[in-house]
């Protein structure tokens, strides 16, 4: 028999997956939607309970309905905590992922591995965004706000590499098109399976974001 | 505790037994007989987060002939069986030989919940022996597993159970510990969530200082 909560529930437990993997798994719209109904459903029962007393309920009085009235009450107020819970385990790992440099088209496309373990990541791969509209919403403009803040500091990269660098000048493949890049050797074409020697700070962003792969 | 804490929140979805003291009509559907009236005296199993509070909550009726009885709880509650008699005194024996996850995956947050609800002195005292020694045995777990070239037979077996780590994890967290296998592989099992956290940050802080080592020694 299906209680009220459960449904919440059952989206916790979505979150509690998304806590431990490196990806972001599809977004529950039927389930966040089936949630909010039922809060709206306990709301209107909570209203009618509430009109034949004409806004003069007194609890010692009615006991039984005091008693309906709190559980209806606590089931709101549970399926709140779960939907904010599962949004906001959804943008914690959505802002980590920008510190990353993820690109929002990539996650847009289908699950994306975080940068560093591309080569587990991807499972379920469909042509449908992981993000809800609201998230891909959330996830540009956190990415704005970071270019802001790194805006500050010309000549420290805050998303950086920690790992100091073994070399300057590191091999790399073009894993898909990247368009032209200005280094200060001159400009260099990233065509789609080319290999190039080329500085790493120039190049880190690229990597990062799965254009290029580092070769050795 | 936070409001957000996806584990706090599945350990209040645990369910504990709990007794109605007056009858509500609308709440039938709490006991599988939706349309009829919950009796008093029903007992029925609910979640802590609806529990807690029905528990604590006055009905707020005040009976003149008898002030002892005016502040009526509208229900009230037991220990769940997880904390039961079976389990204390299997405890007592031996703590190390229960699969504290089979009773509940929360098993120590559920504990402490309820004893936030009611004394239980007994029961503190056996649950803190309890993660005492279990806590030795799990860091000598947490030292041996995939540490070692021996047990790294055991690793693909591990995926599965071990797919708790976090997004910073790189491929070889994944494939580490948990499941592993050997005689410690029952008692990695029976981790209760906080244990897992435990044995997870042994772990990783004992796989941490060896790599750290090994780089000192190249250099």
Redesign the interface.
């Known amino acids: 028999?299906p209680?009220y909560?459960d449904l919440g529930?059952k989206l916790?437990?979505h979150?509690?997956r998304t806590?431990?993997?490196?990806h972001l798994p599809p977004y529950q719209t039927e389930l966040v939607r089936a949630v909010a109904r039922e809060i709206r459903d306990l709301d209107k029962d909570v209203a009618i309970?509430l009109e034949p007393f004409q806004g003069s309920f007194d609890?010692?009085a009615e006991?039984?309905?005091?008693?309906?009235l709190?559980?209806n009450h606590?089931?709101m107020r549970?399926n709140k905590?779960?939907l904010?819970?599962y949004h906001?385990?959804r943008t914690d790992?959505l802002e980590?992922l920008v510190w990353n440099g993820a690109d929002v088209l990539d996650l847009a496309g289908q699950t994306t591995g975080?940068p560093?373990?591309v080569?587990?990541g991807n499972e379920g791969s469909g042509t449908t965004s992981s993000l809800s509209p609201q998230e891909e919403d959330y996830f540009r403009q956190f990415g704005d706000l970071l270019a802001l803040y790194k805006g500050q500091w010309t000549d420290i990269d805050l998303t950086g590499s920690l790992e100091p660098p073994r070399d300057l000048f590191i091999d790399v493949r073009v894993l898909k098109d990247a368009g032209e890049i200005q280094t200060e050797y001159g400009a260099i074409n990233l065509t789609k399976n080319s290999q190039f020697y080329v500085r790493q700070g120039d190049v880190e962003r690229l990597i990062a974001q799965g254009y290029l792969q580092k070769l050795g | 505790m936070s409001?957000?804490?996806?584990?706090a929140?599945?350990t209040?979805?645990e369910k504990i037994p709990c007794t109605f003291q007056?009858?509500?009509?609308?709440?039938g559907?709490?006991d599988?007989q939706?349309g009829h009236t919950l009796k008093s005296g029903s007992r029925v199993a609910l979640?802590i987060?609806?529990a807690e509070?029905?528990a604590i909550?006055n009905?707020?009726?005040?009976d003149m002939d008898d002030p002892s009885q005016s502040s009526k709880s509208?229900i009230t509650f037991d220990l769940p069986p997880a904390l039961g008699n079976d389990v204390v005194q299997a405890l007592k024996a031996d703590p190390r030989s229960v699969p504290l996850r089979d009773q509940s995956a929360h098993f120590y947050a559920l504990a402490t919940h309820m004893m936030e609800l009611s004394e239980e002195p007994e029961l503190s005292a056996v649950l803190r022996k309890t993660f005492v020694s279990r806590a030795a045995e799990i860091a000598l777990h947490a030292r041996k597993v995939g540490g070692g070239g021996s047990s790294y037979h055991g690793r693909e077996g591990g995926g599965g159970a071990g797919?708790?780590?976090?997004?910073k994890?790189?491929?070889e967290d994944?494939a580490s510990n948990l499941g592993v296998g050997g005689a410690g592989e029952d008692f990695l099992r029976g981790l209760d969530e906080w244990e897992r956290k435990l044995f997870r940050s042994a772990h990783d802080g004992t796989k941490a200082s060896k790599e750290w080592m090994e780089n000192v020694k190249k250099r």
């Open positions: 028999m209680m909560g529930n916790v437990q979150a509690k806590q431990n993997l490196s309970l609890p010692s006991q039984a309905t005091a008693c309906t709190l559980v606590l089931s549970r905590r779960c904010l819970a906001r385990t790992k980590e975080a560093k373990g080569a587990d | 409001y957000y804490d996806i584990d929140i599945l209040d979805a007056i009858d509500v009509p609308d709440l559907y709490l599988n939706p979640p987060w609806l509070m029905l909550a009905t707020g009726a005040v509208f797919g708790k780590s976090k997004g994890a790189t491929k994944n």
